[in-house]
């Protein structure tokens, strides 16, 4: 078997749990293999890290798959480990019916995404190697949860891209269904496997959840980069009388008017269709204010050669929310940034509140994504999602 042969600081990081293996780290190769070969990683002096998919063609070198020389891997491995992933969600944390069932290498699956819907899988495939075992995974998933009837394969973005994989959008086992219906907390949504990423952003669960309890009858509330109406409808449900959702996408819009007529919340909702910048200038030139402002962009740091680039759009976007909430009012405002720690989000929304002339005190505890995208302690990749709810004041 070929291997890889990686410097002390890959080496340590997999020692401490990492699963991963950046090409900056590879010293060497020894060997020939093709993108999704399983090769050996080593230390330089020679001692076994692990082995897992190769792809020389991508910034990470190796996803590790296993540490243990004897561990073959292959579809009973997999089916062993998607296994494990469902039964945590379910009898540790507690989850039913909409959840994340695997998390990538969280889950020792590294390049492998699956959300539940009720009765549908999506999958999100982003290594070679995994590539190869696709119609293996779909049967394992379904053999873990077996009220799963459909696996929708979620192929798109850019971490295919990366991994020079086709995109691909369909029905890869099972029954042709594209929409199901979930609950969260008091509010009920419409997922379409035809959405964004997996269809449904299930990260921002428990914070938008956590959001209910601050929304009170007679609020204005403004849900920007809303997608298909997450905390929008949430806020609308638990009693705000008017609630604006910000997208640029028509398609999105169109979904938090389905959900609205879902949740029987019609006559509380204001839709837009706009970038949300220029929404955002139009609103503060016209003196509108909100007693709820939750900002939840896109990743707007992709790569960390973006970091100082990214967090100027998140000041900028912060600054604006910033302006547009009421004394006394409060701002929710999230980065899924990896490259972005909570340090750096912090220090930017404080600088954006001394330009808005705004004193912000801390509501809730730092939060993250919920605990079914499980962070590996060990792993920084991991742990992308920062969410801040703040409570605003005028500086005086």
Known sequence: MARVIVDAQAARAIGK??????????????????????VEVYTRGGKFLGKGFVNPNSNIMVRLITKDRETEVNKELFRERIRKANEYRKKILGYDKAYRMVYGEADYLP????????????????????????????????????????????????????????????????????????????????????????????DQRENRIALEKYVK????????????GGFAIHAAVAGADEVVAVDKSPWAINMVKENAKLNGVEDRMKYVVGSAFPVMEEMIKKGEKFDIVILDPPAFVQHEKDLKRGLRAYFNVNYAGLQLVKEGGILVTA??????????????????????????????PYRTQAPDHPILMASKDTEYLKALFLYVEDMK
């Open 17 to 38: 749990g990492a699963m991963i293996v950046f090409k900056k780290g590879v010293v060497r190769t020894e060997g020939e293999f093709s993108p999704g070969d399983i």
């Open 217 to 228: 009858p007679g609020m204005r509330v403004l849900d920007v980069f809303t997608y298909t």
């Open 335 to 364: 980065s899924c940034s990896q490259h972005v720690d909570m340090q750096a989000f912090k220090d930017m929304v404080i600088a954006a509140a001394a330009k808005a002339g705004k004193f912000l005190k801390l509501l809730e």
């Open 111 to 202: 390049g492998l995404i699956v959300d539940r819907f009720n009765e549908i899988a999506s999958v999100q495939i982003s290594s070679v190697g995994m590539e190869r075992f696709k119609l293996d995974l779909a049967e394992a998933i379904m053999e873990a949860e077996p009220e799963i009837e459909t696996v929708f394969e979620k192929n798109t973005g850019r971490s295919r891209r990366r991994e020079g994989l086709p995109e691909v959008e369909r029905v890869l086992l099972g029954k042709e269904k594209y929409r199901t219906i979930i609950t969260e907390g008091k509010a009920k949504f419409l997922v379409d496997m035809r959405g964004q990423k997996t269809g449904f952003f299930l």
